[in-house]
C-alpha cells in the first residue's frame, strides 16, 4: 500500500517524465508521444518500487528485466533510464536528432538499461518469454516485465509465447498489456477485436488482473501480488488513456505518431509549464 506521499510524489516525478518526452519529440519533429505517454505511470512505478537493477552496472545478471515489447513507447522508457541513471540526462537531447544516437526512435540494446532491440511488434514479449525461461534453467531469482500493446496482441507470436509460458510455468514473468483500446489508425475492436481480452490470457494459463494504468495503488497493488496464481505467469491488463497527460493528444488516434507543432506547443506549454524547448 502506497501512502499518500508515495503517490504524490510519483505523480510529480511522473509528470517530469512526460514534460521531457513532449519536448524531445517537439525537438526532433518525430516520435510515438501518444503511446509513451500512457504508460509513462507504469513505467515509472516499475523503475521506483518494483525493478532490481544496478544503474551503474547494467549487465548485473542478477537483476530484473524489462522489455518494452511496444517498442514505439520508448520517449518515456529513455527519460525514465536516463532519470533513474543509465546515462546522463544530457543524452535526451540527441534523440532522433543525430546520426548515430543512442536514441533513435525504437530502443536499441546499446543503449544502457535496455534489454532487447524491439519495435517489430509481437517479438519483445516472446524474447521476454525466453529470458524467464533461461532464469529457471539458471536457477536464477530474476524476473522478467514486459510491456505490450493491445493492438499487439494481434500478433500469432503473443499467443505462442503465453502459450510457452505457461506451459513452462513462469511465474516470474509480468505482462503489462496496455489497454488503450487504439491502434496506429483506429480503435482495435474495429480493426481486430481482441475481447474478451482477461478470459483469453487464461485461458491460456496465465493469472489474470485488470487494473487503472494511471491509478498508482492499483499499478504498485498488481506488480506487488505477481505471480497472481502460483507457478504461472501474470498478465496486468492496464486501462490506460492513450496519450495521457498531453491533453491535445488524450485519445485521439492522429496522436499515435504526431508530434506537437511549434503553435501547439505553446498552447500546451501555458497548461503545463513545460519550458523552453
Ligand atoms: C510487426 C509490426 N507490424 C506493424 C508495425 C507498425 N506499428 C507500429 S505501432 C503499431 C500499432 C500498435 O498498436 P498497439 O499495440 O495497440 O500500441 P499503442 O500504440 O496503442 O500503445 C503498428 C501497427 C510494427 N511496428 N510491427
Ligand atoms: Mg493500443
Known amino acids: 500500500m502506497l501512502t499518500a506521499e508515495d503517490v504524490n510524489r510519483l505523480r510529480t516525478e511522473a509528470a517530469e517524465v512526460r514534460k521531457e518526452a513532449i519536448k524531445m519529440a517537439t525537438r526532433a519533429g518525430t516520435g510515438h ?3 509513451a505517454l500512457g504508460i509513462t505511470d507504469v ?25 518494452l515489447s511496444k517498442g514505439h513507447s520508448c520517449l518515456t522508457l529513455y527519460v525514465t533510464l536516463a532519470k533513474k541513471g543509465f546515462f546522463a540526462e544530457e543524452l535526451l537531447k540527441t534523440y532522433c536528432r543525430e546520426l548515430d ?7 536499441e540494446c546499446r543503449l544502457p538499461g535496455v534489454e532487447a532491440n524491439t519495435g ?6 516472446c524474447i521476454g518469454v525466453g529470458m524467464a525461461l533461461a532464469a529457471k534453467v539458471d536457477r536464477k531469482d530474476y524476473k ?3 510491456i505490450l500493446g493491445d493492438g499487439e496482441t494481434q500478433e500469432g507470436s503473443i499467443w505462442e509465447g503465453a502459450m510457452a509460458a505457461a506451459h513452462y510455468k513462469l511465474d516470474n514473468l509480468v505482462a503489462v498489456v496496455d489497454r488503450n483500446n487504439l491502434q496506429v489508425s483506429n480503435y482495435v ?21 485488470e487494473i487503472d494504468g494511471h491509478d498508482y495503488q492499483q499499478i504498485d497493488a498488481a506488480l506487488s501480488a505477481a505471480p497472481f496464481i502460483p507457478g504461472k505467469p501474470s498478465v496486468i491488463i492496464a486501462r490506460i488513456v492513450k496519450g495521457k497527460g498531453l491533453p491535445i493528444a488524450e485519445n485521439k488516434v492522429e496522436w499515435h505518431h504526431k508530434v506537437p ?4 506547443y505553446r498552447e500546451m506549454d501555458k497548461l503545463l509549464s513545460l519550458g523552453n524547448l
Do not use: C, Q
Open 33 to 35: 508521444l501518444g503511446p
Open 144 to 146: 522478467v516485465y514486459t
Open 261 to 264: 507543432t511549434a503553435e501547439e
Open 120 to 125: 517489430s511488434l509481437g517479438h519483445g514479449f
Open 43 to 67: 513505467l515509472w512505478t516499475l523503475y521506483s518500487r518494483h525493478l532490481k537493477y544496478d544503474p551503474k552496472n547494467p549487465s548485473w545478471p542478477e537483476r530484473d528485466r524489462l522489455i
Open 101 to 107: 544516437t543512442l536514441l533513435g526512435g525504437h530502443p
Open 189 to 209: 475492436d474495429k480493426v481486430m477485436n481482441i475481447d474478451p481480452l482477461a478470459e483469453k490470457w487464461a485461458s491460456f494459463g496465465w493469472g489474470v488482473r
